[in-house]
């Protein structure tokens, strides 16, 4: 809570220093930018100095300094009832430095390190309590993972694994032949790539032995840890195997934690009709009440989405480890 009410009296001073027009502290709004770097409007130079931006013109939202028109030293974002929310650090415009954080009651949310714009060190995620959650190491920008293998005895196919944060993952889809459950178009090679397709009450009984189909909250972990719902898909996906293409831009991943997500697409059962494979990736969540069914999507352009869902249509599953 110190931290909140530091800010309070940071942001009455922000704001006497503005209303003086002493030229110390600019709104970050009137600045123009060029290229990669903000020039002053008057004169086209790059802006060295302090700038905000508020919520409604007088509560500041995000303070921090330019040197020589790019982003340098701690960036502070606020929420509007006055608490810290991040501080990320840069130097010369490139991410440099401490990332921090924080829950609305002023503890540490999420700490870690950039170096050269990439993740370096040790990153981690903590609750509201200060309990540890996960931590994620990284070397060079690259997350370091455990990875394994594991043979499912009821059939001896051996699955590719990896541990991210404290959860364990099949890194490939479940590819195992329940009743009910399809190879998409009926054909094996796409059960050998993208494994079975499943509908919901097939879905939550299929993982093997010490394996479970995740929860919406277990997802949601695996999200937040990729960087949230916007850009979780392009880490999460496969290098290769993503067909769309647009403008240049490929729908292929950076697998950057060894998940290996494909694009198994799935299939509709009052159409009859099996949908989407190369372009979309639909994976089953695991719940309680079945008339509240929801799946996890990875779109081609690299987000992640979740959709309501009728139980009868069949999707991808990925087991996770008890």
Known sequence: MKKAIAFLAFATALTLSIGCGDG???????????????????TQKPY??????TYYGNVVREAGALKNGKLHGEITTYRENGSIDNVITFAN?????????????GKLMRVGHYKDGNPDGK???????????WTI?????I???ERGSFSDQRDGKTYKTVKIGSQTWMAENLNYDANGSKCYKNEESNCQKYGRLYDWNTAMTSCPS??????????????????????????????SG????????????????????LPGGGYYKEWARFIDVGNHGYWWRATKDPNNLYNFRMDKDGSTRTYYQSGSNLYSVRCLQD
């Open 137 to 141: 190491p990284y070397e060079n920008g």
């Open 210 to 239: 010490g394996w479970h189909l995740p929860s919406s909250s277990e997802w949601e972990v695996l999200v937040e840890i990729a960087d949230g719902y916007n850009v979780a898909g392009k880490k999460l996906k496969a290098k």
């Open 48 to 53: 060295s100095g302090k700038f905000i931006t």
């Open 123 to 133: 990153w981690e995620k903590y609750d509201k309590n200060g309990q540890l959650i």
């Open 242 to 261: 993503w067909n769309w293409n647009d403008g240049g831009v490929s729908g292929n991943g950076t697998d950057e934690f060894g998940f290996s997500a």
């Open 24 to 42: 110390k502290v600019v709104q970050f709004n009137e600045l123009q930018k060029r290229g990669d770097v903000y020039v002053v409007p008057e």
């Open 143 to 145: 997350a370091v993972v």
């Open 93 to 105: 415009g490139v991410l440099n430095g401490k990332r921090e954080s924080y829950h609305e009651n």
